[in-house]
């Protein structure tokens, strides 16, 4: 069975949320590892065979702070043998809405992964709707 793991930034615990509701969704595919970003090492990444990175937008469009480290790694890493997906939480208020999303998805791409999809984008409340829409997007992993 392939490995995935998760690795998310959280400070009010929303993205976890989204995090290991992911993982409920994909483990019958994949032996699924969730990684709180203060505990990621490159070799967590280097581990896996699909790279799945949550984490919100804060401010006007600024990575949320505990994935910071995680997006220094990956921007002096090899990771072209590795499948890569990217979710993150946002508010649609603001201009640059899951900017984090965007900047994830440069950085591990310009790492050489392959991005399996588009990144999954939730608005404001992780609720049914959002619950629904992460189900489809997981399905496609």
């Known amino acids: 069975m392939e490995r995935a793991v998760i690795i998310y930034g959280s400070v009010t615990g929303a993205t976890e949320e989204i995090a290991y509701a992911l993982a409920d969704e994909i483990n019958d595919r994949y032996k699924t590892r969730i990684v709180n970003a203060l505990d990621a090492t490159p ?4 581990r896996a065979d699909l790279i799945i990175l949550g984490a919100s937008t804060w401010g006007v469009g600024n990575l949320q702070m505990d994935m910071i ?11 072209s043998s590795k499948r890569a997906a990217v979710f993150g939480k946002g508010d649609s208020e603001y201009k640059k809405f899951c900017y984090a999303v965007i900047m994830l998805e440069k950085v591990i791409k310009k790492a050489g992964a392959q991005l399996v999809q588009k990144g999954f984008r ?16 997981a399905s496609c992993l």
């Open 69 to 79: 480290p995680v997006y220094e790694y990956i921007s002096g890493m090899d990771l």
């Open 43 to 46: 070799e967590t990444m280097t």
């Open 122 to 137: 939730c608005d404001k409340h992780f609720d049914e709707a959002a619950m629904h829409g992460l189900k489809q997007w």
